[in-house]
């Protein structure tokens, strides 16, 4: 068990939490995820890694509610207990001294490029952060992002604040007014990646996209990362999550990612048809460990009833 030593809302469907993993803190680099279970007969998922102390053995997630598992995580507060929490996993970001650093976030993904950006900015790099939501309630970490880049530029769709525009309007904003970059990192969802990634080729800036793929065990083994760059196939839980994103297979990517949207609706709405209370009742009874072995036909000295 893994237990939760802070949870609050960032935004109304994206939640901050702190959560107690002292191993996977020691080894975590920039880039890294875990794929934690909420509970025992859970479903596995990948997230980022946000960020991490050692000294005080918690690493960080930023979970947007979009699926069953996600939303079900969000229920949850601080001193509740998850049961499962695997890393860190996958290869850590490349980063190296290059001149200016962009790093690009839509949504939640600008908690996946939090870390990387806190790297590049360690390495002496000039860093830009572009920071992207629909409305200004999903533009997130921007004070984290302040503390710790060049420049800052948060942008929504609707205009509710900062830049009014898309993520990649700004940029070519920024290339049109004659930037110099050397480097794009660009973190979100799949339309918005290679959106960039066609802005950046066409002035040939290199750029690094952090793909988000069906992933199941993260080890490579069951092969449901699949994905496709440079024309090989690559398993994005170990050979990745990032790659050149002049590279990948974008339309590809979005197909795989569509295959379980139908079965997705029905747990989701599944859930809907739950109160909350229900939910976190449900939680607690799946993790009351009596509970458990009574529903595997055990007795209470673990043998056979």
């Given at each position: 068990m893994f237990r939760i030593?802070?949870?609050?809302?960032?935004?109304?469907?994206?939640k901050y939490f702190r959560i107690e993993a002292r191993k996977i803190a020691e080894k975590r680099k920039a880039g890294?995820?875990?794929?934690?279970r909420v509970t025992p007969n859970g479903e596995r998922i990948p997230l980022t890694i946000a960020d991490a102390d050692v000294k005080e053995g918690w690493?960080?997630?930023?979970?947007?509610?979009?699926?069953?598992?996600?939303?079900?995580?969000?229920?949850?507060?601080a001193g509740d207990e998850i049961t499962d929490c695997v890393g860190p996993l996958g290869k850590?970001?490349?980063?190296?001294?290059?001149?200016?650093?962009?790093?690009?976030?839509?949504?939640v993904g600008t908690a996946i490029a939090y870390p990387t950006a806190v790297a590049a900015k360690r390495l002496g790099n000039h860093v830009c952060a572009i920071i992207g939501g629909r409305?200004?309630?999903?533009?997130?970490?921007?004070?984290?992002?302040?503390?710790?880049?060049n420049e800052v530029y948060p942008t929504t769709d609707d205009g509710s604040y900062g830049?009014?525009?898309?993520?990649?309007?700004?940029?070519?904003?920024?290339?049109?007014?004659g930037r110099s970059i050397h480097h794009v990192l660009a973190i979100g969802p799949v339309p918005m990646m290679r959106a960039v990634a066609r802005?950046?080729?066409?002035?040939?800036?290199?750029?690094?996209?952090?793909?988000?793929?069906i992933m199941?065990?993260?080890?490579?083994?069951?092969?449901?990362?699949r994905v496709r760059v440079g024309g090989e196939t690559f398993f994005a839980c170990v050979d990745g999550p990032e790659f050149d994103g002049h590279e990948v297979d974008f339309e590809l990517l979005m197909l795989r990612n569509r295959s379980y949207l139908e079965f997705e609706k029905t747990r989701d709405t599944e859930l809907l048809e739950t109160e909350p209370c229900k939910l976190r009742a449900a939680i607690a009874d799946l993790q009351d460990p009596e509970k458990t072995r009574i529903r595997e036909g055990l007795r209470p000295d673990g043998k056979e009833s």
């Open positions: 030593l802070e949870a609050r809302f960032l935004a109304p469907t994206v890294q995820f875990v794929i934690i690493i960080s997630l930023i979970v947007q509610s979009l699926g069953k598992t996600t939303k079900l995580l969000n229920t949850l507060e850590p970001s490349e980063i190296g001294k290059v001149g200016t650093v962009v790093v690009i976030g839509g949504g409305t200004k309630d999903l533009v997130i970490l921007e004070k984290e992002m302040r503390a710790i880049c830049f009014h525009g898309l993520v990649t309007d700004k940029l070519t904003e920024l290339i049109d007014a802005v950046t080729r066409l002035h040939g800036i290199p750029t690094t996209v952090s793909l988000n793929p199941v065990d993260g080890t490579g083994m069951c092969g449901g990362c």
